[in-house]
C-alpha cells in the first residue's frame, strides 16, 4: 500500500527527484526507522554516508554501545582522512577505564566539555575517534570534526556525511526532550555546513516517539522484512511524496 503520492507514476517520480536534490543541495536530515537485522541496517548507513568511489565525501560517524557496524564495512576509505568516528560510552564507561585516564587528557576534556578528542586526521592513518561520555560532548565532539573539514577546503552541498548508528541509547539515557534538542542543534549544524545527516532509530514506525522527532527530518525512510525480503519506503515530510514500498538496495 501507498502512502502519499504514487511515485512509480512517472511525473510524481521526477517530482520526488527534484525534491531530493533540492535537500541534497541545501542539506538535509534523514530519520531511519524500523526494525530489521543489523546488516540491513547497516546497507542504508553505508548508502546514506555515500560510497560510490568516485564521490568525494567527508564523513562523520556516530557508534554507540552495543552497535554491530564495522566501520570498514560502512565506508570504503577510513583511514585516508576523510572519515571521523564519534564514540558514544555513556553508562557503559568503566572505572577502570576513567582511572586509566593521564591528568592531560583530563584537562583537555575539562576544555571540550568532556570529549576526549582525536588529533586531526592524517592520510593513511588509523580512522580518528573522538570519545564522548555525554549527549552534550557528542554534540560538540561533531561540531569540531565539521570545523576541521570546513578548514581544510570549502565543503560542497552534500559532500558532508554524518550517521548516527542507534537513537536508542540516548533515548533511554536521557529522555526524549534532551534528545529533541539536541537533534535540532545537529541537525541545523549540519545543514549549515550544507551536509546530510541520517540518524537510525531502529523501533517500530508507528512507535510515539517517532512521531514526537519526526517534524525535525526532511525525510524518512521506513525498512522492514516482508517474507524474507528487506524494503525500503521513503517519504518526504514536506509534502505528501513516497516511493511507496521497495525492495532494499544495496
Not at 137 to 155: K, N, Q
Request: glycine share 10%.
Amino acid at each position: 500500500m501507498l502512502s502519499g503520492k504514487d511515485c512509480r507514476d512517472g511525473t510524481t517520480e521526477h517530482a520526488f527527484a527534484d525534491e531530493l536534490s533540492r535537500l541534497k543541495r541545501r542539506g538535509a536530515n534523514v530519520l531511519v526507522t524500523g526494525v530489521v537485522a543489523a546488516d540491513q541496517r547497516q546497507v542504508i548507513a553505508r548508502r546514506l554516508l555515500g560510497t560510490a568511489p568516485e564521490e568525494d565525501r567527508k564523513r562523520i560517524v556516530i557508534s554507540t554501545p552495543g552497535t554491530e557496524f564495522d566501520i570498514e564495512r560502512l565506508v570504503d576509505d577510513a583511514g585516508s582522512g576523510t572519515v571521523e568516528i564519534v564514540s558514544y560510552q555513556g553508562t557503559t564507561r568503566s572505572v577502570s577505564a576513567e582511572a586509566a585516564e593521564t591528568t592531560e587528557t583530563t584537562e583537555t576534556a575539562e576544555t571540550t566539555g568532556g570529549a576526549t578528542p582525536s588529533a586531526p586526521p592524517t592520510p593513511g592513518t588509523e580512522t580518528p575517534m573522538t570519545t564522548a561520555e555525554t549527549l552534550g560532548d557528542v554534540g560538540v565532539a561533531v561540531s569540531s570534526a565539521i570545523e576541521r573539514f570546513e578548514r581544510d577546503g570549502d565543503l560542497e552541498p552534500g559532500v558532508l556525511r554524518v550517521g548516527v548508528d542507534s537513537l536508542v541509547p540516548f533515548l533511554e539515557e536521557y529522555g526524549r526532550e534532551a534528545v529533541f534538542q539536541c537533534l535540532h542543534l545537529l541537525n541545523g549544524r549540519t545543514r549549515a555546513a550544507g551536509g546530510i545527516a541520517h540518524y537510525q532509530l531502529p523501533i517500530e514506525h508507528d512507535a510515539s516517539t517517532v512521531s514526537i522527532i519526526t517534524p525535525l527530518f526532511d525525510v524518512v525512510v521506513e525498512l522492514r522484512e516482508r517474507n524474507g525480503v528487506a524494503q525500503e519506503r521513503w517519504s518526504l515530510t514536506e509534502s505528501d511524496l513516497s516511493t511507496g514500498w521497495v525492495p532494499m538496495t544495496q
